[in-house]
């Protein structure tokens, strides 16, 4: 075997194997090791007696843990939570906690599992496994559907700061956000801009504990189904929701906002765009794993410039700019009726 191809081989050895810390994380999170060990260190004994675990199988899972720097192991067996470990705990600035069970969860994880069929028909593998389709499945869960909530925030607590540095709401005085779960974006927007009123729709099951959130803010909780109508307002934000939808079900999302608008109104549409020139694909490994991610769980898809140009064309409003939102991979893109 020559060296180019063992460290070919390596490379994809390394990819191949890449699930399997990731469970890890993921294990630690569901178990709540970070937050049993808030308090401090603790012998492995009682550890596993507060996350009601198998002591042995919770001493070889925390010792996978410590190679990945998630905890300490001391010889004793004593485990103490680190640094990175703790952005598994639930609230925690920068929590990834839920976003690992989210996607390392067994539905997540069973729909990546039946990627090929998804390619053979295009369509997505959780409706196929479970029966139902995604959203539908998480309203007849709450434990899932607070977890999914919880994950879209902690993405949303970190790209937030860029996203709202980079959306023009000169005058506007009442911003909609729509498929907005637990209102962390919008109580963003609210406390950058004094004087601008908010208003959360979404789902009855998807709010969450907006009420916290947004506590203080000026805004209301509208709960509904934006495929059918959304509430009256200057300005909408959508952030990462159309991505969960074909364009046959985005566009009707689209109808929704368009019969609702005002003239001079905008559409604030908060996604990545995928980029065209392979030379910059390299830099966007995430945006296209998210894609694929869209393929087996929803059904929608990642969009190019022009995608989103046709899109919203087609649901009646004008791309008037695009403005990217660095670090945080997403770009805002403010269309206004045609």
Not at 55 to 72: F, K, M, N, T, W
Not at 132 to 152: G, H, I, K, N, V
Not at 237 to 253: F, G, M, P
Request: aromatic fraction near 6%; glycine fraction near 10%; charged fraction near 20%.
């Amino acid at each position: 075997m020559t060296t180019t191809t063992t460290a070919n081989r390596d490379r994809l050895i390394g990819m191949l194997f890449g699930f399997f810390p990731a469970q890890v994380l993921q294990t630690v999170a569901q178990l709540d090791v970070a937050e049993h060990l808030a308090g401090g260190p603790l012998p492995v004994t009682d550890l596993a007696v507060r996350t009601a675990t198998d002591p042995d199988a919770l001493y070889r899972l925390v010792r996978a843990a410590s190679i990945l720097g998630l905890v300490e192991l001391d010889p004793d067996g004593t485990v103490t939570v680190t640094p990175d470990g703790t952005l598994l705990r639930r609230g925690e600035p920068g929590s990834v906690g839920r976003l690992a069970m989210l996607f390392c969860g067994k539905q997540t994880w069973g729909c990546w599992g039946d990627m090929a069929e998804s390619v053979r028909t295009g369509d997505n593998a959780w409706e196929r496994l479970t029966g139902r389709s995604t959203f539908a499945f998480f309203d007849a869960d709450p434990e899932l559907s607070d977890t999914f909530t919880e994950a879209m925030a902690e993405g949303t607590r970190a790209a937030a700061p860029a996203i709202v540095d980079h959306t023009d709401l000169d005058g506007v005085s009442t911003l909609a956000d729509l498929g907005g779960g637990n209102g962390t974006l919008l109580a963003a927007y609210l406390r950058a801009n004094p004087g601008l009123r908010g208003i959360l729709f979404d789902g009855p099951g998807a709010v969450g504990d907006a009420a916290e959130v947004l506590g203080g803010c000026p805004a209301e909780i509208v709960t509904g189904d934006f495929f059918t109508s959304v509430p009256a307002a200057d300005a909408y934000v959508v952030k990462s929701v159309l991505h969960d939808w074909d364009d046959e079900r985005s566009l009707a999302i689209l109808a929704s906002v368009r019969a609702a608008i005002p003239d001079g109104g905008a559409l604030l549409v908060v996604e990545p765009v995928v980029p065209t020139d392979p030379g910059a694909l390299a830099e966007r490994h995430t945006l296209l794993m998210s894609d694929l991610n869209m393929l087996v769980c929803t059904g929608g898809k990642e969009r190019t410039h022009a995608e989103f140009d046709d899109l919203l064309s087609r649901g009646g409003f004008r791309l008037e700019s695009v403005t990217p939102c660095p670090p945080s991979g997403y770009s805002v893109l403010r269309a206004v009726p045609a």
